[in-house]
């Protein structure tokens, strides 16, 4: 059961719950991904099926994370993820203070909510869409068994939508598309038309962002990019959601 605040309680069924984290899933106080059977509206947050329990093991205070995730909705970032702080139970037993928040995630009901998680499969061949929308993140440790490739600046890039096997028959297309897009990118920073690869605003917001909160995993790790078509029908990547800022703000 998930016991928000003393006087509100919400409980569902839950469908799967599991660790998440990279650095923090080395600490004591563990963090979870929890998916329920069904969207529900917890606290007062957007109605959604997966949540984020973050332990925010480095910050005692456990306002880091708060204070920039609503700065960064409160400037217009997209995909800001709304939270909560909840007291968590498992089996009875009392885990601690968590900070629930939508987990980063794409289709209905979750906080990228503007395509699916198959966006980029082509409904009549079933093979790979000539243009297509994903979520993928700069991650210095992705994880073995992560859908996660090198690109050509040397950062990890791992998707979090779509997240294909080796043994899927679109992951080679996929990869290469992803692959050769954020190399197309990367490639016009700095040029005079970026605004044609990259949402200038929003890659200057979450700049501020970080420069504002010290953080200094920017760019680096723990940094997000949405890949869709602006509201000209161009594709090109957003900086969002904004994450992982429990070791910010000095």
């Known amino acids: 059961s998930i016991g928000y605040g003393i006087t509100m309680r919400e409980s569902t069924d839950v469908k799967k719950m599991k660790g998440r984290g990279n650095t923090s899933w080395n600490a004591d ?14 606290a007062g947050l ?9 332990s925010n093991f480095q910050d005692a205070a456990m306002a880091r994370n708060r204070i920039l995730f609503d700065l960064s909705d409160e400037v217009g970032i997209p995909y800001s993820s ?5 007291d968590l139970y498992t089996n009875g037993v009392y885990q601690g203070t968590y900070q629930i928040c939508q987990k980063v995630d794409v289709g209905k009901n979750t906080l990228v909510d503007d395509f699916e998680e198959d966006d980029y499969l082509d409904a009549e061949t079933g093979g790979v869409k ?9 991650d210095s440790s992705p994880a073995a068994d992560d859908f996660h490739f090198t690109v050509s600046n040397g950062n990890n890039l791992t998707m979090k939508a779509p997240e294909l096997e080796t043994s899927d028959k679109n992951y080679t297309a996929v990869r290469n598309y992803i692959r050769d897009s954020y190399n197309t990118m990367y490639s016009h920073i700095g040029s005079a038309d970026v605004n044609n690869y990259i949402d200038v605003n929003s890659l200057a917001k979450v700049y501020i962002i970080n420069e504002l909160g010290k953080n200094w995993d920017s760019g680096a790790s723990s940094f997000y990019l949405t890949y869709k078509p602006d509201s000209d029908g161009t594709y090109k990547y957003f900086a969002s959601p904004v994450w992982d800022y429990d070791n910010s703000l000095g």
């Open 82 to 86: 709304d939270s909560r702080f909840i």
């Open 130 to 138: 000539s243009d297509f929308s994903f979520v993928a993140e700069i």
């Open 46 to 54: 957007q109605k959604c099926k997966k949540f984020s329990l973050i």
């Open 29 to 42: 106080k563990k963090g979870f991904n929890v998916t329920f059977q069904n969207a529900i509206q917890l």
